[in-house]
């Protein structure tokens, strides 16, 4: 009796024994051959019970062992992980968590965590965990933190609720940091922005040269009528006339030059120049201009700002920003700061622009504390005629041509802007070696006269007799030719009979460029000056390989043409 209760206790009261009811499950499984003593049997139970005791400390180990490792796991995983309440106050994270958000794990779970969220993201974190609580699962979203060291972090954040064992709500959350990728898709954006921009530049560059041919023939004529006219005229009040006639036509003549350096369709003469003696020039012609409620100051931080460029166009650039950057202040009253610096561009650097190269650039940063532009705004900046000004008050051609200026000069621009927080122009141009002397101008002289014959052929009736008319007042024999098939027979009559040939590249039937390589072929000394309003076909660069002598842009004034004749002529004559 007393051997049935112990067994009864043993089977029926697990408290007591946590493997009891095992060994009352394996009791009844083990069949018995023959009946065993009392005491044998419960040796028998007893070595069962302490090896099923043994199996679950091994168990309770191996679990214990299992949960170090999937904690050591958590804490140093590249994703930051971290526990939530349902209110955003911190309650666990791993130490990759605390790394990610740049502070100490004890100063985290003290605060809150929308305390670290950017101001931006504070609205979307808690739309999150309303989101998390209601609709359940896992949810995403994007968010930026600020650290302490002033940087600005993204994450991607992933969240799921659950409860714990007092069946409390809680987030699970894990972040992934962003930065880079999101770095990289703005470099993508923005180089696609300029790829696109750079299109823009190049369908409206190439309307552009197309008005900017028959535009100049026009003004060649006005101007050159008007220039004889002032020589002619002796009347005070109609030569002043006459004058305002030709300042209104090299004025047109300026804005085609505008029009062609924005599409990148003309060369101007470059040499090495002093950027912040450009910048202190501008300065120098602003400073009158602008309302004293603008103050404005000039800084250079280098002494190594020699750039290779066209110094008008250049100007033009300073002048052009500066004076955008003074009308978005104009009411408001404001600072502009016009500053030169060197920086050095590698592969590592943040490339400002697709064609950029790696080497010693100058920067050029104009300043404004202005009214500031939408990223809307800000993104069509440099389009053609795109502008934000009353009418009558802006073209919007004025970024357009420092925008094609810097990239034909092989530099890039960028603009950075908020709305009430002003505008930042950047400028960067390949630096050159300062250049040893400086080259003084020669004091003004009369245009230089001749006695040569010269053979002159254009398409334009009235550019022909102009031109006759011109050079014939500069002393010069002249025979004229209304295309180039004209102009060839008229040569090939007597090839000895002329001196020089003027020619327009763009004709029906021959261009100027096949009638100079005709000509050449016969006679290879033979001086040739070749005018041209705009053509994509021919530069100054293959006009010199053929073996013209001079290239000139339309509309030509009277003492440029004189002395680019004089230059081909006495030259063939000094090499013969």
Same mark, same amino acid.
Not at 75 to 80: A, I, L, M, R
């Given at each position: 009796m007393g051997e049935r209760r112990k067994?009864?206790?043993?089977?029926?009261?697990?408290?007591?024994?946590? !493997? &009891?009811?095992?060994?009352k499950d394996c009791t009844r499984a083990t069949p018995s051959a023959t009946p065993q003593q009392p005491e044998e049997e419960a040796a028998v139970l007893k070595a069962e019970v302490q090896d099923l005791e043994q199996e679950v400390r091994n168990l309770q180990s191996a679990n214990k062992q299992l949960r170090e490792e999937v904690h050591e796991l958590m804490?140093?995983?590249?994703?930051?992980?971290? *526990?939530?309440?349902?209110?955003?106050?911190? +309650?666990?994270?791993?130490?990759? &968590?605390?790394?990610l958000l740049g502070r100490e794990r004890q100063l985290l779970r003290t605060h809150p965590f929308p305390a670290f969220v950017a101001e931006d993201s504070v609205s979307a974190f808690f739309s999150h965990l309303a989101k998390v609580q209601r609709e359940g699962g896992k949810q995403a979203m994007e968010i930026t933190i600020n650290r302490p060291d002033k940087s600005v972090v993204h994450f991607i954040m992933e969240s799921k609720a659950s %409860?714990?064992?007092?069946?409390?709500?809680?987030?699970?959350?894990?972040?992934?940091?962003? !930065?880079?990728?999101?770095r990289l898709e703005e470099e993508r954006r923005r180089l696609e922005e300029q790829l696109s921009q750079a299109h823009k530049m190049e369908a409206i560059g190439t309307l552009a040269g197309g008005i900017a041919h028959d535009f100049n023939n026009i003004l060649a004529a006005i101007v050159g009528y008007a220039e004889m006219l002032?020589?002619?005229?002796?009347?005070? @009040?109609? %030569?002043?006339?006459?004058? $305002?006639?030709?300042?209104?036509?090299? $004025?047109?003549?300026?804005?085609?030059?505008q029009i062609l350096a924005f599409s990148r369709k003309s060369e101007g003469e470059r040499k090495a120049v002093s950027l912040t003696h450009l910048v202190e020039e501008a300065h120098g012609l602003?400073?009158?201009?602008?309302?004293?409620?603008?103050?404005?100051?000039?800084?250079?931080?280098?002494?190594?700002?020699?750039?290779?460029?066209?110094?008008?166009?250049?100007?033009? @650039?300073?002048l052009n920003l500066a004076t955008n950057a003074a009308d978005a202040m104009q009411e408001t009253g404001g600072e502009l700061t016009l500053e030169c610096s060197s920086v050095a561009v590698d592969a590592k650097s943040r490339v400002l622009d697709p064609g950029m190269r790696p080497g010693a650039y100058v920067k050029l940063s104009v300043k404004d504390t202005g009214t500031?532009?939408?990223?809307?705004v800000r993104q069509k900046a440099f389009d053609p005629f795109f502008t934000t000004k009353a009418k009558g008050k802006g073209t919007g051609m004025g970024l357009a041509v420092v925008y094609g200026v810097v990239k034909n000069h092989g530099g890039a621009i960028t603009v950075h802007s908020t709305v009430g927080g002003g505008s930042i122009f950047e400028v960067l141009l390949p630096r050159v070696a300062k250049p040893e002397k400086t080259e003084e101008k020669s004091p003004a002289s009369p245009a230089p006269k001749g006695t040569e014959h010269i053979l002159l052929a254009d398409d334009?009736?009235?550019?022909?007799?102009?031109?006759?008319?011109?050079?014939? *007042?500069?002393?010069?024999?002249?025979?004229?030719? %209304?295309?180039?098939?004209? =102009?060839?027979?008229?040569? *090939?009559?007597?090839? #000895?009979?002329?001196? =020089?040939?003027?020619?327009?590249?763009t004709m029906p039937d021959m261009t100027g460029v096949v009638l100079a390589q005709k000509v050449l072929a016969v006679r290879k000394d033979m001086p040739i000056i070749l005018? !041209?309003?705009? #053509? +994509?076909? @021919?530069?100054?660069?293959k006009a010199k390989e053929v073996g013209i002598a001079a290239f000139v842009m339309k509309p030509v004034v009277k003492k440029e043409l004189a002395e680019t004749i004089r230059k081909v002529l006495d030259s063939r004559k000094a090499e013969a």
């Open positions: 067994r009864s206790r043993l089977t029926t009261s697990p408290h007591r024994n946590p !493997t &009891a009811l095992l060994l804490e140093f995983s590249p994703v930051g992980y971290l *526990t939530l309440s349902a209110a955003g106050g911190i +309650e666990s994270l791993n130490r990759t &968590a605390a790394a %409860r714990d064992r007092h069946h409390r709500l809680r987030i699970r959350s894990s972040i992934v940091d962003v !930065t880079e990728r999101k002032t020589e002619e005229v002796t009347d005070p @009040v109609l %030569r002043r006339k006459v004058e $305002r006639v030709l300042k209104a036509g090299l $004025r047109g003549k300026d804005l085609v030059r602003l400073r009158a201009s602008l309302p004293s409620s603008i103050k404005m100051q000039c800084i250079s931080t280098t002494t190594e700002d020699y750039v290779c460029a066209d110094p008008a166009q250049l100007q033009q @650039v300073v500031g532009m939408t990223e809307s334009e009736e009235p550019l022909v007799q102009m031109g006759k008319a011109m050079l014939e *007042t500069l002393g010069y024999d002249v025979t004229v030719a %209304r295309d180039g098939r004209e =102009a060839w027979n008229l040569f *090939t009559r007597d090839p #000895s009979q002329f001196d =020089a040939v003027i020619t327009d590249q005018c !041209t309003g705009y #053509s +994509e076909a @021919v530069s100054a660069e």
